[in-house]
């Protein structure tokens, strides 16, 4: 379904990343004890929203990238997708 899914205006189409199950020391975290990830991969990014004269300002995120986004960000379309605005990106992880 998400193949031919084209964002509109400054939002991007990004799918959570699984989060570690092990933490450092070796301790397993039950299912009902993790938090969503905050982190994913850009899967489709919009053409950029329009500043007051009517020019279109490009997204700064690209397909592919890797980025970080607040617990609470973007409208939730299945358990691992998401749709985030780009102003609700923290940031890009190289």
Known sequence: ???KFRPLA???L???LEE???TASGIII???AKEKAQT???LAVGPGKLD???SRIPVQVKVGDMI???KYAGTELGDDHLIIREDEILGIVE
Do not use: S, W
Request: charged share 40%; proline share 4%.
């Open 1 to 3: 379904m998400f193949e």
């Open 10 to 12: 400054d939002r991007v």
């Open 14 to 16: 990004v799918r959570r």
């Open 20 to 22: 570690e199950t092990m």
């Open 30 to 32: 039950p299912d009902a």
């Open 40 to 42: 994913g991969k850009v």
């Open 52 to 54: 007051e004269k009517g």
């Open 68 to 70: 970080y986004f607040g």
